[in-house]
C-alpha cells in the first residue's frame, strides 16, 4: 500500500486532481467528507464540538445547523484554532481507519488523502509522499473571484488566511503545477501518477 497526501491552497485544483488520481485507479479518502463525519450526530466530535460551542448549534433534526454554528466559529479570536483541536484528531482517526479497511482488501492500492490541511494538521505521517497542487496567487486570486463571486480584496483575504504556496512546496515531495489549461492539468497529473508506479514498482 502506497499512501499520496495531496494537498493545495483554497482554489488549487487537488479536486480536480484528486477525480484524475480516482480514474487513473486510486482509491480516494476525501478529507472535507471525513471533515463533516468527525462531528456527525453520535460521535465524540459531535458531543466535544456541542460542549465547546453550545447546545443552540443543534438543529431540529438533531445535526449541527451549519447557519448557526458557521457564525460561531468566528465570534471568538481563538473559535477555529479550539475546533480544529476537536476535529482534526477525530479526522486522523477516521483516515487511517478507512486506510486500515482499503488496505485489507488491496495491499497493493494507492492511496490519495485528499486534505486541505494536510500540513497545518501535521498527517504527513500518515503519507508515504506529499504531493502539493500549486498555483500562482494571481490565478488562484482570479478563480475565485469568479467561483464566489468575490472582489480582489475579499478574494486575496481569503488566501492569506492560509499557509502560502511557498510554505507548502517545502514540505512538496511532488509539485503539480495548476497554472494553465484543464487538460495541461490532467498531463501533469497523469506524468506524476506514471512517476510514482515507476517508483513503487506497481
Same mark, same amino acid.
Given at each position: 500500500?502506497?499512501? !499520496? ?5 483554497? %482554489? ?10 480516482? $480514474?487513473?485507479?486510486?482509491? *480516494? ?10 462531528? %456527525? ?7 466535544? #464540538? @456541542? ?5 443552540? *448549534? ?9 447557519? #448557526?454554528?458557521?457564525? =460561531? ?12 483541536? !476537536?476535529?482534526?484528531? $477525530? *479526522? =486522523? ?8 479497511? !482499503?488496505? %485489507? ?6 492511496? +490519495?488523502?485528499? %486534505? ?15 504531493? +502539493? #497542487?500549486? @498555483? ?17 480584496? /475579499?478574494?486575496?483575504?481569503?488566501? $492569506? /488566511? ?7 512546496? $517545502?514540505?512538496?515531495?511532488?509539485? *503539480?503545477?495548476?497554472?494553465s489549461s484543464v487538460a495541461e492539468f490532467n498531463n501533469r497529473v497523469e506524468e506524476a501518477w506514471i512517476s510514482l508506479l515507476d517508483r513503487?514498482?506497481?
Amino acid at each position: 500500500m502506497t499512501v !499520496i497526501g495531496l494537498t493545495g491552497g483554497i %482554489a488549487s485544483g487537488k479536486s480536480l486532481a484528486s477525480e484524475h488520481f480516482d $480514474e487513473l485507479g486510486a482509491q *480516494i479518502i476525501n478529507g472535507d467528507l471525513l471533515g463533516h463525519a468527525s462531528y %456527525a450526530p453520535g460521535t465524540r466530535g459531535f458531543d466535544k #464540538v @456541542v460542549a465547546e460551542f453550545g447546545d443552540d *448549534i443543534v438543529g431540529g433534526n438533531g445535526e449541527i445547523d451549519r447557519a #448557526v454554528f458557521g457564525p =460561531r466559529i468566528f465570534a471568538s479570536p481563538d473559535g477555529l484554532e479550539k475546533l480544529n483541536s !476537536i476535529v482534526w484528531p $477525530e *479526522i =486522523r482517526l477516521l483516515a487511517e481507519a478507512e486506510m486500515s479497511r !482499503i488496505k %485489507a482488501e488491496d495491499n497493493d492500492v494507492v492511496i +490519495v488523502l485528499e %486534505a486541505a490541511v494536510l500540513i497545518e494538521a501535521d498527517w504527513q505521517d500518515l503519507c508515504d509522499e506529499v504531493w +502539493v #497542487v500549486s @498555483v500562482p496567487i494571481d490565478i488562484t486570486r482570479a478563480r475565485l473571484m469568479e467561483r464566489n463571486n468575490l472582489d480582489e480584496e /475579499s478574494a486575496q483575504a481569503r488566501i $492569506e /488566511s492560509q499557509m502560502s504556496m511557498e510554505e507548502r512546496e $517545502e514540505f512538496a515531495d511532488v509539485v *503539480i503545477r495548476n497554472d494553465s489549461s484543464v487538460a495541461e492539468f490532467n498531463n501533469r497529473v497523469e506524468e506524476a501518477w506514471i512517476s510514482l508506479l515507476d517508483r513503487v514498482g506497481a
